[in-house]
């Protein structure tokens, strides 16, 4: 059965680090592109970074410089670390896969259900 399934989201202070992973099973995530997406509330969801499937990185504005998405193929897991998290990255983040060298704008094969992250004083 495919699936992706997130963990590590939470409660963090302005200014803090926040690791989120996303565990594949069911097909190797090697094959595949990785995007990271998030739905704050009461607003549309986005698109933050995309991991290609034969390297290169992309990160929307907002989050270049503080967040780093990776892949460990070994443990057929990806992961994106955040720092410096700010109140306005409070969203529900999902990691979404598409197969072969394509962007994630194109439209992915296989979502998440999402982590909360929720930054608060």
């Known amino acids: 059965q495919v699936q992706l399934v997130e963990s590590g989201g939470g409660l963090v202070q302005p200014g803090g680090s926040l690791r989120i992973s996303c565990a594949a099973s069911?097909?190797?995530?090697?094959?595949?592109?990785i995007g990271w997406f998030r739905q704050a509330p009461g607003k549309e969801r986005e698109a933050i970074s995309c991991?290609?499937?034969?390297?290169?990185?992309w990160y929307e504005d907002s989050v270049k410089g503080r967040f780093t998405s990776s892949r460990d193929n070994a443990k057929n897991t990806a992961t994106l670390q955040m720092n410096d998290l700010k109140l306005e990255d409070t969203a529900v983040y999902y990691c979404a896969t598409v197969y072969g060298p394509k962007r994630c704008d194109g439209g992915m094969d296989y979502w998440g259900k999402g982590t909360l992250v929720t930054v608060s004083v």
């Open positions: 069911g097909f190797t995530l090697e094959n595949y592109g």
């Open positions: 991991l290609g499937s034969t390297g290169g990185t």
